[in-house]
C-alpha cells in the first residue's frame, strides 16, 4: 500500500487565509478614517505632535516584519473568550473618545481594537509575535494637556539653564530670564516644542526602535540603554536649543525662525541617534573588558591556586 504524504501547508498563504485580516483590516480602516482625518487636520500638523504619523508609519512596518508569526494557524487557537470583551471595551472607548473629543480614549481604542483582532483570528502567541509594535503605538497616543503642562515647564527651565550655561561658557554674549534666552541683541523663546514632553517622547520612541532592532541578548545592556535614552533625549534638546541660538545669532532673527528652525528639528533627531549609538558602543566596549576583566581574573586565581 502507497502512502504519500500531503505537502505542509505554508503559514497563513492562501486567499481563505488572508480573507479574516483583509475584512479585520477594512474594518478598522472604515472606524479609524475619521479619527485620522481630524489628527491630521489637527495636533499632528503641530510640532509638538508631528511624530504621530510617522509612529503609525512604524508600527505598520513591524506588524509586516512580523507577518509570517502573526498569520502562523499552528503557533495557537483563538482566545473568542478574551477577544469579544476586549472587541467591545475598543469599541466603548471609540464611542466616547469620539463623541467627547477625548483623544486618549479614540486613538488609545485602537490598541485594544488590535489585540482583540489578533486574539480572535489566531491566537496569544501571534499576538506576543507583534508585542512591540503593540506597545510602540502608545507613542502615537497625543498625551493629555494637564500631564503636558504640568512637566513641560520644569523641563523647558532645565534645557534653558544648561545652555545658557554652555553659550556662556563658550564666550558668547547669553543671559537669560526663566526660558527666554537674551544671546546679543536677539531675545529667544525656549518654545515647547524645542524641549517640551513632547519631545522626550518622541526620542523614547526612537530609542526603544533602535533597541528593538538591534536585538541584544543582553538584559542589562537593553534595561541600561533604556534609561539612558531620557538623559540623552533632554542633551538633544540642549543642542537644539543650541543650534538655533547661535543661527540666530550669526544670521539673524529671519534664519533662525525660518527655514533653519525646521532643520534644527532634524538636528535634535540626528544627535539623539548619534548619541544613542555613542552611548552603545561605550556600553559594549564596558561591557566587553568587564568580561574580558572577569575572565582573566579567574584564570589568575586559578593559577594562584593551583600554584600554592
Known sequence: MNTTLAPARPKGSGLVDLLPWLLAGLGLALLYLPTLHSLFGSIWATDEQGHGPIVLGVTIWLIYRRWGDLTDTRASAPLPWLAW???LVGGLLYAVGRSQGIWLFEVGSAIVMVCGL????RGPRQLR???FAIFFMFFMIPLPGAVVDA????MKMA????????LYAAGYPISRTGVILQIGPYQLLVADA???LHTLFTLEALGLLYLNLIKYASLFRNITLAILIVPISFAANVIRVIVLTLITYHFGDEAGQGFLHGFAGMVLFMSALMLIIATDSLLRTGISRWEKWRGTGGAGDDDGAAKA
Open 194 to 196: 524645542c524641549a517640551g
Open 85 to 87: 470583551p476586549l472587541l
Open 159 to 166: 534645557v534653558s539653564y544648561v545652555a545658557e550655561n554652555i
Open 129 to 131: 509575535a507583534i508585542s
Open 118 to 121: 489578533v486574539l480572535l483570528l
Open 151 to 154: 512637566l513641560t515647564q520644569p
